[in-house]
């Protein structure tokens, strides 16, 4: 036989670092409500900020670039470098799977135009809207998630 054996195997004991109780609870993630929110972009950080959002957010977000150009899309990718020269975002816009590299310093305002995909589908919603029409009586309750669309 090959491998450690038990003995061998690091001990976990209550209160250790490694106590399996105390990893199984983590804090949850909260998600901002920024659907609809156009950000004042008036110093560096503002648009640093704003733009993680904007990277974390589940929906379309509208740019407007310094030329007064617009591009709806999906941020996916960001990369943060030493200026806003060298900062970028990749956007895929709404009506093309072309992507896009904008540089942090093109961009004059941002405002999270689309829907929040995500809003509201969140395991405790789904177990309180499933609990809600249990007591109700209604029927065909199932465990299958609804359909995103």
Do not use: C
């Not at 999906?74 to 799977?97: A, E, H, Q």
């Amino acid at each position: 036989m090959s491998g450690p054996r038990h003995a061998d195997r690091p001990s976990h004991t209550e209160g250790s670092s490694l106590d399996p109780d105390a990893l199984e609870v983590a804090p949850g993630t909260h998600h901002e409500t920024v659907e609809g929110w156009v950000p004042q972009l008036a110093s560096e950080e503002e648009l640093h900020i704003a733009l993680e959002k904007a990277f974390d957010y589940r929906g379309d977000v509208t740019l407007t670039l310094k030329d007064n150009s617009k591009i709806e899309g999906y941020i996916f990718d960001r990369t943060v470098g030493k200026s806003l020269n060298d900062s970028f975002v990749r956007v895929i816009p709404k009506d093309t799977n072309q992507k896009l590299r904008i540089a942090y310093a093109n961009i004059a305002a941002l405002s999270f135009s689309g829907k929040d995909t995500a809003a509201g589908k969140s395991w405790e919603a789904w177990v309180r809207k499933y609990w809600e029409k249990k007591a109700s009586g209604e029927g065909a309750l199932s465990l299958e998630p609804e359909s995103l669309e």
